[in-house]
């Protein structure tokens, strides 16, 4: 091979060769790039697994920071707030929109009542936060199907406060005893469900729309099983039969029990605005209170239309003299006895000052005696306040009652509190001592 061919094959070997080298090199840099962009990724990835886990753990360390403070402040049984922080944890891992300690009133609902299987036997399938929350009561509460609008009795409004829902543990007692196999006939007319139901009513109570809720189902049977007319049902709602009223024979559920009747039997009803209905309720309420001091109950026959308007117009007139600005009502009447008296509560500039000089968070209750859940009031000694009442309505319990900077009540204020409910047919509750 002349001696030209031979230089040209070796500068082509030559230069395949560097080509190779460089082709070698390329790939040994791309792969170790990729180990690095890996390496970076895997680092990346275990942070924020690190980062999620503090934050978890932050989450619900500060929720039941909160929560054990106000459970404590609020004197409730240790058992309930062992199981408020079980469910919290759980809530951290299945729903954290439900970790935070706004939940307290739907946590001590579901906490207060009997669960038929164990809280770590719970596993998610998924769904929105409300569908978890339901899936975790029924869980907890029930054997065997239940009417789905009996699950909306855990619909509570959030609130940041240790206040068990009094006015809506019967609907949760009620999810709870259907859950368990029981019939509602049973409960109806006791302590549970106070409403004195028929056999009829039950069955319309339980055939209710999955939407409704409790109340209104109740209404509703009651409204139905007496023959009224359904379009009732709405007027009833906006007025204070908008909530449950209890299980006192006077003035709880078996009282309104009967106004409902009369109220389906008398057409002239219907005619009314959800301002007018409210109007003759509440004159009626404290037409039965008046009556009760007698030692008597209100009749409720021979009242017709003119004179049930010439009364309530009078007693319209007397709560207007009064003032307006003011909260709802409680019907609840005035009480003094020697150097002690009870004061209404009954505006949010009166709250704003109970706080004040008390030191204490009563003005977070305004919403709920807005809305008539509770009524708040000031027991007081030669005119100092000493202690600040709340009243859930529904039950007429008293469920709070609470000194200069939470302090709990002496003896004497015991005693002066005591003397109080008895007088205006109210209960006091064992943590209030």
Avoid at 27 to 53: G, I, P
């Amino acid at each position: 091979m002349p001696s030209r061919n031979r230089k040209k094959v070796a500068a082509e070997t030559r230069a395949r060769a560097e080509a190779q080298q460089a082709a070698r090199r390329q790939q040994r840099l791309s792969r170790a790039d990729q180990e690095e962009r890996t390496r970076a990724a895997l680092a990346r990835s275990k942070r924020q697994a690190r980062a999620q886990a503090v934050a978890v753990v932050s989450r619900f360390a500060q929720a039941w920071g909160s929560t054990r403070s106000l459970l404590a402040l609020a004197r409730v049984q240790s058992d309930v707030r062992q199981r408020v922080e079980k469910l919290l944890k759980l809530l951290d891992t299945q729903a954290p929109a439900l970790c935070t300690v706004d939940q307290l009133p739907w946590l001590l609902l579901l906490a207060g009542e009997r669960w038929v299987r164990p809280l770590d036997g719970f596993v998610s399938t998924g769904g929105t936060v409300a569908q978890v929350r339901d899936a975790i009561a029924a869980y907890l509460l029930t054997r065997y199907p239940v009417p789905p609008f009996l699950l909306r009795a855990l619909d509570v409004a959030p609130l940041a406060v240790a206040r068990v829902p009094e006015e809506d543990r019967w609907a949760v007692g009620a999810l709870s005893a259907v859950g368990r196999g029981q019939s509602l006939g049973d409960l109806a007319g006791t302590s549970a469900l106070a409403a004195p139901l028929t056999r009829r009513m039950c069955h319309l109570f339980l055939r209710a729309g999955p939407a409704w809720t409790p109340i209104r189902a109740l209404r509703h049977a009651q409204v139905v099983g007496f023959g009224g007319r359904p379009g009732l049902v709405d007027l009833l709602l906006q007025t204070r039969l908008g909530t449950y009223r209890g299980d006192h024979p006077w003035v709880g559920e078996p009282f309104w029990h009967r106004v409902i009747e009369w109220a389906c039997t008398r057409p002239w009803i219907m005619d009314l605005d959800p301002e007018g209905l409210g109007d003759v309720l509440a004159w009626l309420e404290s037409e039965q209170w008046e009556a009760c001091a007698r030692g008597e109950e209100l009749s409720l026959t021979g009242r017709t239309e003119a004179s049930v308007g010439r009364s309530v117009a009078a007693w319209r007139a007397l709560v207007d003299a009064q003032g307006r600005g003011r909260l709802p009502a409680s019907g609840i009447p005035a009480w003094s006895e020697d150097a002690w008296t009870i004061v209404a509560l009954d505006t949010p500039a009166a709250l704003v000052e109970e706080g004040t000089r008390m030191r204490h968070c009563v003005g977070m209750y305004e919403r709920l005696a807005a809305m008539g859940k509770v009524a708040l009031f000031s027991l007081r000694k030669a005119g100092a306040p000493r202690l600040t009442i709340e009243v859930v309505l529904a039950t007429r319990h008293v469920v709070q009652a609470k000194g200069a900077c939470n302090r709990t009540p002496n003896p004497d204020e015991l005693d002066a509190l005591g003397r109080w409910a008895a007088a205006s047919l109210l209960a006091v509750d064992r943590r209030v001592a």
